[in-house]
Nanobody, 123 residues
Framework: QVQLVESGGGLVQAGGSLRLSCADS????????VGWFRQAPGKEREFVAA????????YYADSVKGRFTISRDNAKNTVYLQMNSLKPEDTAAYYC????????????????WGQGTQVTVSS
């Protein structure tokens, strides 16, 4: 059973940083590709970043490239999203997803989803 729990969201001023965590209590987390998605009010959920099961490959949306970094620690069953130089347009609920297959930029590629954590960036 995979249960993903996101944490680390909050309110931050523009230009600030936050680090999101996605943790799973299961023993198989280390075999899954994991992605982060976000959904702003009134908008569709969009891809943010993804990481392969061993951390060897990472993918980013153009809008966050150079500002966000995805990483993982499989010993802790946790994937991180370090977000720097935050902008008001980064305000959204952030979701992690696991067991990605195929195109990791697509929501439909993932089997498991967390409940989300809210990130609010004030100007």
């Amino acid at each position: 059973q995979v249960q993903l729990v996101e944490s680390g969201g909050g309110l931050v001023q523009a230009g600030g940083s936050l680090r999101l965590s996605c943790a799973d209590s299961g023993r198989t987390f280390g075999i899954y590709h994991v992605g982060w998605f976000r959904q702003a009010p009134g908008k569709e959920r969009e891809f943010v970043a993804a990481i392969s099961y061993n951390g060897g490959l990472t993918y980013y949306a153009d809008s966050v490239k150079g500002r966000f970094t995805i990483s993982r620690d499989n010993a802790k069953n946790t994937v991180y999203l370090q977000m720097n130089s935050l902008k008001p347009e980064d305000t959204a609920a952030y979701y992690c997803a696991a067991n990605g297959r195929g195109n990791l930029r697509l929501e439909s590629s993932y089997s498991y989803w967390g409940q989300g954590t809210q990130v609010t960036v004030s100007s």
